[in-house]
């Protein structure tokens, strides 16, 4: 009989355990996305902060020994969620615009009125580094005590270029003290400053000839984002943007289509975008243009929620056409979520998502969204172990018992970082 390999840990007999496996090389599509790659009695074994074995817990035990052991049956195990789109990085906060909103004022209203996105750009400017560090700590704790292991950040309330290069050293320095990882994205083109009010061609100059070419010399971001809406950013103006952040290494994203059907589902699929995030308006041939040119659709229900609009993307359209979709939550000073079980939730209930589709464009599509799926997204033998242990026994709960964290453990990097719904300090 061949000695067992000791191991760092085990989880094992989890009742129901989700791989999503098979979609390293490209997104799950279509009915891909119902196929969670579910292990029943599984086990995990991890060493060195890789997964080494994912398979029956009576044959992962056959092989392997180790110092620690998670007994999780009775308990789903899923991979570590991924959100693909946060606006992380923000001083201040904004509750007094619930009440404006519930009165009925609009996004863009309460955007030229002086609040909004400038109120929040005050802030930020006004916080020091220090402070800003302080700030998106506690909001990262949050984070990954609710399940998200990987999460996207932009920039975009500095607005000045110090004060992006403030904002994106602060996602820089988070992701490498743990626990959650980061990946920048560097959105100076959020909102017109208000020293820009009236000169929106002059400001997309400087962007494209100054900010993105030190931002790239600095190494501070992967993405290039840019917020293309009527009256903000219009296609042309994001076009440029876009096409100046990837002569210099940087991927195209996009705010596309969220409030206006200006056609940034079109141009996403014209500048090879990775992804085109919102899409509540894109048009059905811009749908059809970006699954032909590989973009991935991040889906945000908790953004048309919290600015009270009846409209929410259309995620059935997209999955039956072949589209492939991501989740993210949207982040930011007017929509502000921490829990990523909550966004699987209004995807269930606003996108009509099943809860499988749900939590597949929640691990390995978002991954694709930031550019990691062969390294996450997936419990797969080589991947990082990001993994979560859930208070349910059944994958359906999530989306279906919503409102209370049902966290109970978070693996990252092989190492359990949550345990028992708490922080491991
Ligand atoms: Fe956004």
Redesign the pocket.
């Known amino acids: 009989m061949l000695a067992k390999t000791n191991v760092d840990l085990i989880i094992e007999h989890s009742k129901q355990l989700v791989t999503a496996r098979g979609h390293s090389d490209a997104p799950a599509i279509g009915l891909e996305m119902e196929d969670l790659g579910r292990i029943d009695d599984g086990a995990i074994a991890v060493n060195d902060g890789k997964i080494l074995a994912v398979e029956r817990t009576s044959e992962v035990l056959a092989n392997y020994s180790a110092m620690k052991t998670i007994d999780a049956s009775g308990r789903i195990v899923t991979p570590g969620f991924i959100d693909a ?1 946060t ?1 992380l990085v923000f001083a201040g906060s904004r509750e007094t615009e619930l009440e404006l909103k519930i009165k009925g004022a609009g996004y863009l209203e309460i955007l030229q009125s002086g609040g909004g996105i400038l109120r929040t750009v005050r802030d930020t400017r006004a916080a020091s580094k220090e402070q800003l560090l302080q700030i998106c700590k506690k909001r990262c704790m949050n984070l990954i005590t609710h399940g998200a292991t990987t999460v996207e950040a ?1 920039s975009g309330y500095g607005l000045t270029l110090e004060d992006e290069i403030k904002s994106l050293e602060v996602v820089r320095q988070l992701s490498a003290e743990g626990p959650v990882t980061l990946v920048s994205t560097f959105l100076g083109a959020h909102a017109i400053p208000p020293e820009y009010q009236t000169r929106v061609s002059e400001y997309v100059e400087q962007v494209c000839e100054e900010w993105i070419p030190e931002i790239a010399k600095r190494k501070l971001a992967v993405f290039c984002d840019v917020f293309c809406e009527k009256g903000v950013f219009e296609i042309e103006d994001s076009r440029r943007i876009l096409e100046a952040g990837k002569r210099l290494g940087l991927i195209p994203k996009i ?1 596309a289509d969220e409030l206006f059907p200006l056609g940034g589902a079109e141009l996403a699929a014209q500048v090879g975008a990775v992804s085109a ?1 919102h899409l509540l308006f894109a048009s059905h041939s811009g749908l059809l243009q970006m699954k032909e040119a590989g973009v991935i659709a991040v889906l ?1 229900p908790a ?1 048309p929620l919290t600015l009270m609009l009846d409209k929410y993307a259309d995620a059935r359209r997209m999955i039956a056409d072949g589209v492939p979709v991501a989740l993210g939550s ?1 982040l ?1 000073p007017s929509c502000w979520l921490e829990n990523h079980q909550l966004i699987i939730a209004l995807a269930c209930y606003k996108l009509r998502m099943t809860p499988a589709e749900a939590i597949m464009a929640s691990t390995i599509n978002a991954a694709h969204a930031i550019r990691r799926g062969h390294e996450i997204g997936s419990i797969e033998v080589g991947k990082k172990a990001d993994i979560l242990i859930l208070d349910a026994d059944d994958y359906r709960f999530l989306g279906y018992r919503f409102g209370r964290n049902v966290i109970d453990s978070v693996v990252k990097n092989g190492h359990v970082v949550v345990e028992d719904g708490r922080f491991n300090a």
């Open positions: 789109h606006h932009k705010h995030d945000l953004a949207d930011s």
